[in-house]
């Protein structure tokens, strides 16, 4: 794993996807509001970090010589008032703000990772020509509040590796209570060899050439879960290209563990702490 991990430190990695500012207000819950169903809520501090295909990005940045980020569209904020004592999301609110334009070609790169978030910077034309042009294609798509339904990863007609969680897979291949490995098949054939199914503190699933591959999580500490399935996935997507699936579970897993254990975008998963994080595991 270590070797494989070592394998990509001169690839050259684009990422596309969308702009996201996640905004986290920290608050002491109150009392319960007399005359409304409100969540009353006092303000104590607020923390700003780069989410969505940025977030992503920065995962990566220690393991390969050049990772680039191409976004466009609008940028969407989300603001959430977090329970300072206990990190408890206790609800949010989305903002759209400026306008991102920063297109770059998915030619000449040896991984370009999608990072769709289902906010609007990738386009039907943006996928055709990411699904016609890349050398080795990665493909996240999110099903969040926002797009409930309406941002699945059949939107791709072909992709090298996928990495969704349970719900978006059951959602795309409109099966709510089937094995997840007949889920997986469905979505699989004639779009991707490599097959990645998270499953939160279940771990996650892999598929590839027709055999299934299952590694458990690791859950010793867990402080915010937000972007750890965005850390397993950007970390090993250009692994993809040649490792193996047991290889990619294991390591993928070590990545959404080490994401758990951080604040928001406090930091990013390392290479140095992923491989410290292996060798003692």
């Known amino acids: 794993m270590i070797d494989l991990i070592e394998s990509i430190k001169d690839y050259k990695v684009l990422f596309v996807g969308d702009t996201i500012i996640d905004e986290y207000h920290y608050v002491t819950p109150l009392g319960k509001s007399a005359k409304e169903n409100l969540i009353p809520v006092k303000y104590e501090s607020q923390e700003l970090f780069n989410g969505g295909v940025d977030a992503a990005a920065n995962h990566l ?122 889920v997986i098949i469905k979505l699989a054939t004639n779009r991707c060899w490599k097959f990645v199914v998270t499953l939160g503190h279940r771990g996650a699933v892999g598929y590839h050439e027709g055999k299934f591959y299952r590694q458990s999580a690791f859950t010793d500490l867990v402080r915010d879960t937000m972007g750890a399935g965005d850390a397993f996935f950007s970390i090993t997507a250009p692994m993809a290209k040649t490792g193996k699936m047991e290889d990619l579970l294991f390591i993928g897993c070590a990545a959404g563990a080490l994401k758990t254990g951080i604040v928001g975008h406090r930091e990013s998963v390392t290479k140095e702490k992923l491989i410290e994080f292996i060798r003692t595991h």
């Open 61 to 182: 940045k220690t393991f390969c010589k050049e990772v680039i980020v191409s976004g466009h569209g609008h940028t969407t904020r989300k603001v959430r008032m977090v329970d300072k004592d206990y990190m408890r999301k206790l609800f949010e609110v989305h903002y759209t703000d400026g306008f991102t334009q920063n297109y770059v070609s998915p030619k000449g790169y040896d991984v370009v990772v999608v990072a769709d978030f289902g906010h609007g910077a990738i386009t039907e034309e943006r996928i055709s020509e990411l699904c016609r042009e890349s050398s080795f294609l990665a493909v996240a798509a999110q099903t969040n509040s926002a797009n409930m339904g309406f941002n699945l990863i059949t939107k791709y007609r072909r992709a090298d590796y996928i990495v969704i969680d349970e719900p978006e897979a059951r959602l795309a291949a409109c099966d709510r209570d089937g094995p997840i490995e007949n």
